[in-house]
């Protein structure tokens, strides 16, 4: 379809023809009309001359018989008659000339248009010669951008791609940020204000500049803004779903199978998006993963999800996977798996504990077998249903503790292939699928009997000899930090706001001091630096997902997670330890 610029002028043209058109079937109906009256003219002429012969002989007739006077009064009439046709003969001239003069000006009129017609194809036709080289122009720049933004996207991953090794290479914590959108309850309820204040509180002071930037527009009364930038790995847009969330969280997913320990955590003020960041969408009463809109679904359960389509790409039996969900409530450790003697879940208070290796242990924390994702998700289904929740005047639905979702994955391999060439590990693999299977079942039901051991010797031999290598999965659904004021929170809600801070200030003195690189590091003021001690400190690869809301009116808050964000990448922990275990894909 050409554009309406290409047809105006043509379509001009063509309703001033039609005009003309339509004014020369005037004229020449008006000269029908004319010929018309011109016959009617001459027969009326004709009927007049018979008239006028048949009154010349009455005349004779009454001159002879009536005398002079009769005569003259026939003169008198024969003279009108004459004068009556001396003017229509003149009337009939008149409007012969006419007809002739309408129709040499139709003719000259015809001539003038019919060459601006002419003139105005010419015109539309270089319009269209020179619109067709505009076209191939744009279609070459278009081009181009393409060449040059495929070039930037290819420059882009491989500064990424470099990015990432060096943060390997330092033990750097990854941080991204996500900016949510706005919602319902960023105006200023619960606060006698001023309207001008209420719309103020609502603008959008943080943007992702772009991927890598976040942008925010700080201003106080009497001072000049100021813009502040923050960068990290990967920053994310209102706009950017889950599904591109989850897209760059995904590659850690395949160094835990690689034997590396990996921990996933959401920082930010309550209502920043971190449940929905990390859960998905949270319905009014109870929590659930049966969303029917799966691009919904938040990092746990893709996750889950992920690792269970990694597992299956791997021999059978090789893996088995336990979850145990915990939340640290008022600086308590609760295990939201325990089961009382009739099978109910309700949370039980644990302790958390440092091994003599120097890691954090919870004992007699519940683990569960799973052998898909829809089994694990409704264990943490259950888990959620326990979560201390609380409204406030910031978010309805608040979370009062830090959940903690553990996937660990134990790895069966040969003993004999810890240093063994690849070549021997054929022999490894059939002796590994001949008892690997026995130990899912064991952990599954928790019974373990000698007759059944003493009953196959050579499986009891075979057993000696494997190994079980451990790697784990935390997924960590930080309570949010707020401000007591804006929260509204009083009695057990209060003292809820209290732990929580304090829990994150304990957790922003861990990364401090492991920053700093000092002697001590105070991973014990705090249950939540305690449980998270492997994570934080140790050997695992970590990412903070920082969530900030973009208004005005978390401003501060914004701020404080942004700060804490910034602190965080800068922690240089060593590069991650891999669990030594051979790579058993080779003997398939």
Not at 39 to 62: C, D, I, M, P
Request: hydrophobic share 35%; glycine share 6%.
């Amino acid at each position: 379809m050409r554009p309406r610029s290409e047809l105006d002028p043509g379509s001009a043209w063509a309703q001033r023809l039609r005009q003309l058109e339509q004014r020369l079937r005037a004229k020449e109906e008006r000269i029908v009309v004319l010929e018309t009256e011109n016959a009617a003219l001459h027969l009326k002429l004709a009927k007049y001359q018979g008239l006028a012969g048949r009154s010349t002989n009455e005349v004779l007739q009454l001159y002879s018989a009536h005398g002079q006077q009769q005569k003259l009064q026939r003169s008198s009439v024969v003279i009108q008659l004459y004068g009556a046709i001396k003017r229509l003969k003149h009337d009939l001239k008149s409007l012969r000339s006419f007809a002739l003069e309408l129709s040499k000006d139709f003719q000259r009129q015809s001539k003038t248009y019919l060459y601006q017609v002419l003139t105005a194809v010419q015109g539309i036709q270089l319009q269209n010669e020179a619109m067709q080289m505009f076209q191939i122009k744009a279609f070459d720049l278009e081009q181009s951008l393409q060449e040059v933004t495929e070039r930037y996207e290819k420059e882009t991953q491989k500064r990424r791609a470099l990015h990432n090794s060096l943060v390997e290479l330092r033990g750097n914590i990854r941080v991204h940020c996500r900016i949510r959108p706005l919602l319902p309850f960023d105006t200023a309820a619960g606060y006698l204000i001023s309207q001008d204040r209420q719309r103020n509180f609502s603008d959008e002071v943080a943007y992702a500049a772009d991927d890598e930037t976040v942008l925010v527009k700080c201003s106080r009364p009497g001072h000049a803004p100021i813009n502040k930038t923050f960068q990290f790995e990967r920053v994310y847009s209102a706009s950017e779903s889950q599904d591109t969330v989850f897209a760059d969280v995904a590659p850690l997913l395949t160094s835990l199978l690689d034997g590396y320990n990996v921990c996933i955590m959401a920082y930010g003020q309550t209502g920043s998006g971190k449940t929905y960041t990390m859960l998905g969408p949270q319905p009014e009463e109870n929590f659930a993963f049966a969303i029917e809109d799966e691009s919904e679904l938040g990092i746990i359960p893709r996750a889950t999800q992920e690792v269970f389509r990694l597992i299956s790409e791997k021999p059978p039996g090789s893996y088995w996977v336990e979850v145990s969900v915990v939340e640290v409530y008022n600086n308590e450790i609760f295990d939201l798996l325990a089961k009382d003697s009739c099978g109910k879940v309700f949370g039980v208070k644990r302790d958390v504990v440092t091994t003599r290796e120097g890691k954090s242990d919870v004992p007699l924390l519940t683990h569960e077998t799973v052998e898909n994702a829809s089994e694990f998700l409704h264990l943490v289904n259950k888990g959620l249903q326990l979560r201390v929740k609380h409204p406030t005047l910031v978010h309805a639905h608040s979370s009062r503790s830090h959940l903690v979702v553990t996937l660990t994955i134990t790895t069966v391999v040969s003993g004999d292939n810890f240093g063994t060439s690849w070549e021997d590990e054929q022999t490894s693999q059939r002796l590994h699928k001949e008892v690997s299977c026995t130990f899912p079942q064991k952990m599954r039901e928790n019974k373990s009997t000698s007759s059944s051991r003493a009953s196959s010797p050579a499986q009891l031999e075979a057993t000696e000899k494997m190994k079980q290598v451990k790697t784990r999965l935390q997924l960590v659904d930080l309570a949010g930090s707020e401000c007591v004021g804006m929260s509204g929170a009083t009695g057990a809600a209060l003292r809820e706001t209290s732990f929580i801070n304090r829990s994150l200030s304990a957790l922003a003195d861990v990364l401090g001091a492991i920053a700093e690189q000092r002697s001590h590091v105070p991973y014990r003021n705090s249950k939540l630096t305690h449980l998270l001690q492997d994570s934080v400190g140790g050997d695992a690869k970590l990412l903070v997902m920082l969530c900030i809301s973009p208004t005005q009116k978390y401003l501060t808050e914004s701020m404080q997670s942004l700060g804490f964000g910034t602190r965080a990448q800068q922690v240089q922990r060593g590069q991650g330890k891999k669990k030594n275990f051979p790579v058993l894909s080779k003997a398939k």
